[in-house]
C-alpha cells in the first residue's frame, strides 16, 4: 500500500488551517495530543447537516503534520457526500492518528483516543479505517459509545472491508454495462492495486466472474499468497499506470490518478476502492473525461462501508445492508447518465446530487 497523498506546499504554512483548499467549510477540526500514550491525532468534522459525522480512524505514519492535516480533511469531507449520495442519515467526518500501526499503536493509546471521541459527545463517531482492525474500535468502545464497526460478538456489524469490496464490485460493473455495454466482466482484464482487507475481498469478486486478474502491492509476501489463492497475475512491469488493462482499480491510498499517471493510463474504465483517486478531482477529473475514460467516483463505489457500519446505528438487518450497497450499481448508471447529459464529469455529476441532499436538508431545518 503506497501512500500518495498530495504534498501541502509552502505557502498553505501561512494559514494552515483555513487557507487549505481541502479545508472546504469545515465545521470543526480536532487536534489530539497525549504526552503518556504519544498520541497525536486529528479529527475533521466537515458537516453534520444530514446527521452525526461518521467516519473511520486512519493510523498512517505521515512525512509531517501537514500531509496527515491535508489528508482528514479530504477524507472528512469525502465522507459527507459518500454519506450523502448513499441515502444515509449521516455527516462527514474522519479521524488520522500519525504514527506506525505495527510498532506503535497500544490499547492504550486507542483508549486514550476514544476519550477524545467520547469528548465530542456524539457529534463524531469513529469507525476503522487503514491501520486500524476490529478489535481496536472495541478497545474504543470500552471508553465511548460513539464508534461502531464492533465485533459482532460484541452486538456489532464486524469488519466493514467485504461490503465495501461489494459495492466497489456493484459500481465496477455498472461502469462496465455503461462504457463496455456489459456488466459481464469475464475476460476483462482488471488491474487491482493495493489488497488489503477490500482489494482481496474484490479479487475474489473478479476472479469467480472470470475477469482476468493482475494485482499490485508494496508487500511481496501477500502479492504471491493472494496471487496464488485466487489464479491472479502479479504485475511485473516498469509503469502500473500504462499497463494494458480494461479497467483500473486503486484500492490503496488516494492521489493516485495524478498529473504524472495520467497520462500513461490506458484503461478506458477507473473503478477502486480508495479515497480520493483524483489528486485534483476538477482538473483530473476533466482530462479523464476528455480520454474517454470513464471514472467511477470513489466516494460513491466505495460507500459499502459507511452503510454496513451505519447499520449499527438505524438497526438495519443484514439484507437490508445489502439491498442498500447492491444500489450503488443503480446510482452509478444514474450518474453517468447525468454526467453525459449535463456534459460534466462523473465526480462533478456525483458531487452535485450529494450537495443538492445536503443543502434541501439545511433549508428544511431553516424553516
Given at each position: 500500500?503506497?501512500?500518495?497523498?498530495?504534498?501541502?506546499?509552502?505557502?498553505?504554512?501561512?494559514?494552515?488551517?483555513?487557507?487549505?483548499?481541502?479545508?472546504?467549510?469545515?465545521?470543526?477540526?480536532v487536534f489530539c495530543h497525549d504526552k503518556d500514550t504519544g498520541l497525536?491525532?486529528?479529527?475533521?468534522?466537515?458537516?453534520?447537516?444530514?446527521?452525526?459525522?461518521?467516519?473511520?480512524?486512519?493510523?498512517?505514519?505521515?512525512t509531517n503534520e501537514w500531509e496527515a492535516l491535508n489528508d482528514v480533511l479530504r477524507l472528512s469531507r469525502g465522507m459527507s457526500f459518500k454519506s450523502s449520495i448513499s441515502g444515509l442519515n449521516l455527516g462527514g467526518g474522519k479521524a488520522v492518528i500519525i504514527g506506525d500501526a505495527k510498532?506503535?499503536?497500544?490499547?492504550?493509546?486507542?483508549?486514550?483516543?476514544?476519550e477524545f471521541v467520547n469528548s465530542l459527545s456524539g457529534k463524531y463517531i469513529t469507525a476503522e479505517d487503514v491501520g486500524m482492525e476490529t478489535k481496536d474500535m472495541?478497545?474504543?468502545?470500552?471508553?465511548?459509545?460513539?464508534?461502531?464497526?464492533?465485533?459482532?460478538?460484541?452486538?456489532?456489524?464486524?469488519?466493514?472491508?467485504?461490503?465495501?469490496?461489494?459495492?466497489?464490485?456493484?459500481?465496477?460493473?455498472?461502469?462496465?454495462?455503461?462504457?463496455?455495454g456489459t456488466d459481464n466482466l469475464e475476460g476483462k482484464k482488471i488491474l487491482v492495486q493495493g489488497i488489503g482487507h477490500v482489494g482481496e475481498v474484490l479479487v475474489e469478486h473478479l476472479t469467480k466472474d472470470g475477469a482476468i486478474v493482475t494485482i499490485s502491492d508494496i508487500n511481496e509476501d501477500r502479492l504471491h499468497q493472494v496471487?496464488?489463492?485466487?489464479?491472479?497475475?502479479?504485475?511485473?512491469?516498469?509503469?502500473?499506470?500504462?499497463?494494458?488493462?480494461d479497467i483500473y482499480a486503486p484500492c490503496a491510498l488516494g492521489a493516485t490518478i495524478n498529473d504524472d499517471t495520467?497520462?500513461?493510463?490506458?484503461a478506458k474504465v477507473i473503478a477502486g476502492a480508495a479515497n480520493n483517486q483524483l489528486a485534483n478531482e476538477v482538473?483530473?477529473?476533466?482530462?479523464?473525461?476528455?480520454?474517454?475514460i470513464l471514472y467511477a467516483p470513489d466516494f460513491l463505489i466505495n460507500a459499502g462501508g459507511v452503510i454496513n457500519v451505519y447499520s449499527e446505528l438505524a438497526k438495519?438487518?443484514?439484507?437490508?445492508?445489502?439491498?442498500?450497497?447492491?444500489?450503488?450499481?443503480?446510482?452509478?448508471?444514474?450518474?453517468?447518465?447525468?454526467?453525459?447529459?449535463?456534459?460534466?464529469?462523473t465526480h462533478q455529476a456525483a458531487l452535485l446530487i450529494a450537495q443538492k441532499r445536503i443543502d434541501d436538508r439545511k433549508k428544511e431545518k431553516a424553516q
Open positions: 500500500m503506497t501512500s500518495n497523498i498530495i504534498p501541502v506546499n509552502e505557502m498553505h504554512k501561512v494559514d494552515p488551517v483555513f487557507g487549505q483548499i481541502s479545508f472546504d467549510g469545515h465545521e470543526q477540526v497525536k491525532a486529528i479529527i475533521g468534522i466537515h458537516n453534520t447537516i444530514l446527521g452525526p459525522a461518521l467516519g473511520g480512524t486512519r493510523m498512517w505514519n505521515y510498532t506503535q499503536k497500544t490499547p492504550e493509546l486507542m483508549r486514550k483516543f476514544g472495541d478497545t474504543v468502545r470500552e471508553v465511548t459509545p460513539y464508534v461502531t464497526g464492533i465485533s459482532e460478538s460484541k452486538g456489532g456489524s464486524g469488519n466493514p472491508s467485504p461490503i465495501t469490496a461489494y459495492g466497489v464490485y456493484m459500481g465496477m460493473k455498472a461502469a462496465s454495462k455503461y462504457q463496455f496471487g496464488a489463492k485466487y489464479g491472479a497475475k502479479i504485475f511485473k512491469g516498469e509503469s502500473l499506470y500504462s499497463a494494458d488493462v495520467i497520462k500513461l493510463i490506458k482538473i483530473h477529473g476533466q482530462i479523464l473525461k476528455d480520454k474517454g438495519l438487518s443484514k439484507a437490508e445492508v445489502m439491498e442498500k450497497t447492491e444500489n450503488i450499481y443503480n446510482t452509478s448508471l444514474e450518474i453517468f447518465k447525468h454526467a453525459d447529459a449535463n456534459n460534466i464529469t
